[in-house]
């Protein structure tokens, strides 16, 4: 199954055919060249995989017959959830998709003091359409919700029920956290290309996130992004 063409699209409980329309389908007829006969995976985005043939291709819709599904073996067994700050250009693009690769869980994207970046309901679903594609490409079988907090202390809040809460801080002395001794669910917390303020730290403190230094060099925010999203996930096993 995992050679396969894979599309997300919406499959009801005990249901046999399923039908592809919109973007994915576009892509699927111009791009994948699927047709009729054709051998596909159908990923509903609960985890599970399905194995399907193409019955029918119209002119805005295919329709393909369920004939198995098992459950996803590339999904990240813990938890983890990216929160970084809205980046200029096409970079926040870069850290969802790198991301998803990665096994981020969940993205959240924020405004902050020195964010310089704005975001709006276009961009928000063509970052979800992004991790829907990286995910794809990677072979996992769901796509992480990107979401988008106007505001720094909204984001620091969604990850209250995360078990390690990780705030890199350029101006931190030293890190607070062993990130090859953690364990359960994460949250990491990352910049825009500004940085905090020492106001945002001490938000960050306040709300139980610990910091943690990336080296003696500035890096760019998209890449100190994800390189912590990476030592956080060989921590927690998921690279080995």
């Known amino acids: 199954m995992s050679g396969r063409r894979r599309f997300f699209t919406e499959i009801q409980e005990g249901s046999t055919e399923a039908e592809i329309s919109g973007e994915e389908f576009i892509h699927a007829k111009?791009?994948?060249?699927?047709?009729?006969?054709?051998?596909?995976?159908?990923?509903?985005?609960?985890?599970?995989?399905?194995?399907?043939?193409?019955?029918?291709?119209?002119?805005?819709?295919l329709t393909a017959h369920i004939t198995g599904e098992r459950e996803g073996d590339k999904e990240p067994e813990t938890f983890?959830?990216?929160?970084?700050?809205?980046?200029?250009?096409?970079?926040?693009?870069?850290?969802?998709?790198?991301?998803?690769?990665?096994?981020?869980?969940?993205?959240?994207?924020?405004?902050?003091?020195?964010?310089?970046?704005?975001?709006?309901?276009?961009?928000?679903?063509?970052?979800?359409?992004?991790?829907?594609?990286a995910a794809k490409q990677c072979m996992r079988s769901r796509a992480p919700e990107v979401v988008y907090f106007d505001n720094f202390a909204s984001a620091l809040e969604s990850a209250?029920?995360?078990?390690?809460?990780?705030?890199?801080?350029?101006?931190?002395?030293?890190?607070?956290?062993?990130?090859?001794?953690i364990n359960g669910s994460t949250a990491i917390v990352v910049g825009s290309e500004g940085g905090f303020s020492e106001k945002e730290a001490a938000?960050?403190?306040?709300?139980?996130?610990?910091?943690?230094t990336l080296g003696k060099r500035i890096l760019r925010a998209e890449t100190a992004a994800i390189a912590l999203l990476s030592l956080v996930a060989f921590g927690l096993g998921e690279l080995k």
């Open 80 to 133: 983890m959830y990216l929160l970084c700050g809205a980046l200029k250009g096409d970079k926040t693009e870069l850290v969802v998709q790198k991301a998803t690769e990665l096994g981020a869980g969940k993205i959240g994207v924020f405004s902050s003091e020195y964010c310089s970046a704005y975001m709006n309901e276009n961009k928000l679903e063509r970052l979800n359409k992004v991790a829907r594609e």
């Open 30 to 61: 111009t791009v994948q060249r699927v047709e009729e006969g054709s051998e596909i995976t159908l990923l509903d985005g609960s985890g599970k995989e399905y194995a399907a043939i193409v019955t029918k291709v119209s002119k805005h819709s």
């Open 203 to 212: 938000a960050a403190q306040s709300a139980g996130f610990s910091q943690i």
């Open 160 to 181: 209250n029920t995360c078990e390690n809460k990780i705030f890199a801080c350029e101006f931190a002395k030293k890190s607070d956290i062993n990130l090859s001794k």
